[in-house]
């Protein structure tokens, strides 16, 4: 016998984020599911966007991690809420970890929920949490051929992140050819070249948020 | 590793169907995948056969159909096949294309032995 199915294998995730999305959207969230290799610079990103909009925004923060709360720790010196999600091993969020997550932090006063996603360019990329623009960082060690190989992930992101870009000299990345590469892959992306450590970059990337997150308001 | 969730995700949907049409044991099942939907066929079929042991599926055929990419040229109305994700129009050249197909991960149908 043959039974036709026809059924989308994430359609339970994709259902639940969804829900979520909506649910955001009603409380005029605006959320972005912050992607990248170990090491790119995310929490320390994340550290410095909350140190420059917290008196202007309200902000909650989403960390996963495989394991261990360190992150959460550097975000909640910040006076940022903030609630861990350690995933115990699995390499990605899936929406079900997210809904347990929001359950834990108060939303009413909240206008941009950041979600920072294991470090990892490959599995985030396929599980949709129902945010609102998904952010990929690459920092500029890692190397100029990452779009071109982990094209998934650049394809979807609204925004590019270039960290590090204090070491692009010493590090002889190729900012050209990543560029080209893509913009072959991705015309749309907006592109910042930041350095979180040193500032650079930053205030621009943090008026682009705050800009989406009035725009998310007027709806 | 995220196929092992897939595989999780897709064998709740079998045992599921199974259920409903009283199957006690699948001979194949048949899953299109895109190109762009992020999974490794090789380490998909190996998750599937970890997490359908000793289930109504141990043993069964996973059988994998890989769809391409696929976009429209916004300016010359070309369909075309993305290689390498690089969404430019072999015809016109223009980066403004809009993707068709390629993300797509479903359950297309179940072989049983009844």
């Not at chain 1, 929406?95 to 990892?120: F, P, Q, S, T, Y």
């Not at chain 2, 490794?40 to 079929?45: A, F, G, N, R």
Request: hydrophobic share 40%.
């Amino acid at each position: 016998m043959e039974i036709k199915v026809k059924k989308n294998v994430l359609g339970k995730n994709d259902r639940l984020a969804a829900e979520i999305r909506k649910y955001l959207s009603e409380k005029g969230i605006f959320a972005i599911n912050l992607i990248s290799s170990p090491g790119a610079g995310k929490t320390t990103i994340l550290e410095e966007t909350c140190a420059r909009l917290k008196d202007k925004l309200g902000i909650a923060v989403v960390e996963g991690d495989i394991t261990t709360t360190r992150d959460a720790d550097r975000i909640a010196r910040h006076g940022v809420p903030v609630h861990q999600i350690e995933t115990q091993g699995a390499c990605h969020l899936d929406a079900r970890m997210l809904e347990n997550a929001l359950e834990h932090l108060d939303l009413d006063k909240v206008d941009l929920l950041i979600i920072e996603n294991v470090g990892n360019l490959v599995c985030p990329a396929t599980f949709d949490l129902g945010e609102d623009a998904k952010i990929v960082v690459l920092s500029v060690p890692e190397g100029d051929d990452k779009p071109a190989k982990y094209p998934g992930i650049f394809r979807r992101a609204k925004v590019l992140l270039l960290n590090k870009i204090d070491l692009l000299e010493i590090s002889g990345f190729d900012k050209e050819k990543a560029l080209r590469d893509l913009a072959e892959i991705n015309p749309d992306i907006t592109v910042f070249e930041t350095s979180a450590t040193k500032g650079t970059g930053m205030d621009e990337w943090c008026q682009w948020l705050a800009d989406r997150v009035a725009e998310k308001k007027k709806k | 590793m995220h196929e092992l969730s897939i595989a999780m995700s897709l064998m709740e949907i079998i045992e599921e169907e199974c259920r409903k049409n009283q199957v006690k044991k699948v001979r194949k099942v048949k899953v299109v995948v895109g190109e762009m939907a992020g999974i490794v066929p090789d380490s998909l079929k190996f998750s599937f056969e970890v997490v359908s042991q000793d289930t109504v599926a141990d043993g069964a055929e996973l059988e994998l159909e890989v769809r391409p990419v696929t976009a429209l040229c916004q300016d010359c109305s070309e369909e075309f096949v993305v290689e390498e994700f690089r969404f430019r129009c072999p015809k016109c050249g223009s980066r403004n294309a809009k993707r068709l197909g390629g993300d797509e991960l479903y359950i297309d149908y179940i072989e049983t032995d009844d």
